[in-house]
């Protein structure tokens, strides 16, 4: 394995002059830097971590703290945090996963220890707990997901509030008068997964805007049992002509629904879900759906905590909330309603 002495060596400079052209500690002409790199490239130079650490400051490391909650659609999870490490290693940087329970405990280990260079926070809480440690943290902070008080972090969201109208007008201008709306598990709620009722709030007030009656219920997050809240949903309310979905598990789960009560979408149904194109392709959903964008989510999180890791003024600039706005991709799967004729029930 080369050393930096072999660097050193190669590009025929002094071992200090090689590790402050690689390190940036100090300035170093162009033509030297340049020598320098060729020569680290040439060797396949890596520099020691712990090395680069005490020189630098730096690990090269961001902390990625995330849940896997069994009430809620992993694959959707992996989204996002492939959004992050992607776009991280793009930029030079590792990702340390920590998945504890404890994720106050964990955050503050991983902070207090020095183990990376910034933090980004999934599965963000209405008052999580975490964020008091992370703004007292000395590194930088980003969020996926809205929290109640946004001070002392960037944070990084879809518009769930915007979305939810977006639906709700969509099927409204279409002549669709009686919807059903199924939202994740009422556990993510419990905990204070906001986007559940930022969603879910904004369509009510829209539909009651509209005149559109709308039933809103939580769903399930496995089967069977999100199969059997889809076929009573549909036996309760024979004449909603609009279904939409803000839960992953109930979007994968309404095709074989739908095929085994002989429901047609979208001449029976319209059909609108809330989930990437990712997701929609990993399942072969074929219903027109708002973007949740996990991966530029995650993109625009990691981007923003390196620019405040690496930069001293960026660290002094003022915090950002930013939202995606929703976009609506359609997959033929609205039409206007027919008259509302009895569904099939559940076999």
Same mark, same amino acid.
């Given at each position: 394995?080369?050393?930096?002495?072999? +660097?050193?060596?190669?590009?025929?400079?002094?071992?200090?002059? @090689?590790?402050?052209?690689?390190?940036?500690?100090?300035?170093? /002409?162009?033509?030297?830097?340049?020598?320098?790199?060729?020569?680290?490239?040439?060797?396949?130079?890596?520099?020691?971590?712990?090395?680069?650490?005490?020189?630098? /400051?730096?690990?090269?490391?961001? &902390?990625?703290?995330?849940?896997?909650?069994? !009430?809620?659609?992993?694959?959707?999870?992996?989204?996002?945090?492939?959004?992050?490490?992607?776009? @991280?290693?793009?930029?030079?940087?590792?990702?340390?996963?920590?998945?504890?329970?404890?994720?106050?405990? =964990?955050?503050?280990?991983?902070?207090?220890?020095?183990?990376?260079?910034?933090?980004?926070?999934? %599965? *963000?809480?209405? !008052?999580?707990?975490?964020?008091?440690?992370?703004? @007292?943290?000395?590194?930088?902070?980003?969020?996926?997901?809205?929290?109640?008080?946004? /001070?002392? *972090?960037?944070?990084?969201?879809?518009?769930?509030?915007?979305?939810?109208? =977006?639906?709700?007008?969509?099927?409204?201008?279409?002549?669709?008068?009686?919807?059903?709306?199924?939202?994740?598990?009422?556990?993510?709620?419990?905990?204070?997964?906001?986007?559940?009722?930022?969603?879910?709030?904004?369509?009510?007030?829209?539909?009651?805007?509209?005149?559109?009656?709308?039933?809103?219920?939580?769903?399930?997050?496995?089967?069977?049992?999100?199969?059997?809240?889809?076929?009573?949903?549909?036996?309760?309310?024979?004449?909603?002509? &609009?279904?939409?979905? %803000?839960?992953?598990?109930?979007?994968?789960?309404?095709?074989?629904?739908?095929?085994?009560?002989?429901?047609?979408?979208?001449?029976?149904?319209?059909?609108? &879900? #809330?989930?990437?194109?990712?997701?929609? @392709?990993?399942? /072969?959903?074929?219903?027109?759906? +708002?973007?949740?964008?996990?991966?530029?989510?995650?993109?625009?999180?990691?981007?923003?905590?390196?620019?405040?890791?690496?930069?001293?003024?960026?660290? #002094?600039?003022?915090?950002? +909330?930013?939202?995606?706005?929703?976009?609506?991709?359609?997959?033929?799967?609205?039409?206007?309603?027919?008259?509302?004729?009895?569904?099939?029930?559940? #076999?």
């Amino acid at each position: 394995m080369a050393t930096i002495g072999d +660097v050193a060596r190669e590009a025929g400079v002094s071992r200090s002059t @090689a590790s402050y052209a690689l390190s940036g500690k100090r300035p170093i /002409s162009e033509e030297v830097r340049r020598r320098v790199l060729a020569a680290a490239e040439a060797l396949a130079y890596t520099p020691n971590a712990g090395a680069r650490a005490l020189a630098t /400051s730096r690990t090269k490391v961001l &902390g990625l703290l995330a849940r896997f909650y069994t !009430d809620e659609f992993a694959p959707a999870m992996m989204q996002y945090i492939q959004g992050v490490t992607d776009t @991280a290693r793009d930029l030079g940087y590792d990702t340390l996963l920590v998945t504890d329970e404890d994720g106050a405990r =964990a955050l503050r280990r991983i902070t207090d220890s020095r183990m990376v260079d910034g933090v980004v926070l999934m %599965n *963000i809480a209405q !008052d999580d707990p975490r964020l008091p440690i992370l703004r @007292a943290a000395p590194q930088p902070g980003a969020t996926v997901g809205l929290p109640g008080d946004c /001070s002392g *972090i960037d944070v990084f969201d879809l518009d769930f509030e915007e979305a939810g109208r =977006a639906m709700v007008d969509h099927l409204h201008r279409l002549g669709h008068r009686e919807l059903i709306l199924i939202s994740q598990p009422e556990h993510v709620v419990e905990r204070g997964g906001a986007y559940v009722w930022r969603l879910r709030d904004a369509a009510l007030e829209r539909a009651r805007q509209c005149g559109v009656t709308l039933h809103t219920v939580y769903g399930e997050s496995r089967q069977p049992a999100v199969g059997r809240l889809l076929h009573t949903l549909l036996d309760t309310y024979p004449s909603a002509t &609009g279904l939409l979905i %803000n839960n992953e598990a109930a979007a994968a789960a309404l095709p074989s629904v739908a095929h085994e009560r002989g429901l047609r979408v979208p001449e029976d149904l319209s059909v609108i &879900g #809330r989930y990437s194109a990712e997701f929609a @392709a990993a399942f /072969s959903l074929p219903y027109s759906f +708002v973007e949740s964008a996990p991966d530029r989510l995650g993109s625009m999180a990691v981007r923003q905590l390196v620019r405040r890791v690496e930069s001293a003024t960026a660290r #002094r600039e003022p915090f950002v +909330v930013r939202f995606i706005s929703p976009e609506l991709v359609s997959r033929g799967s609205t039409t206007p309603p027919r008259d509302p004729r009895p569904r099939t029930p559940a #076999r």
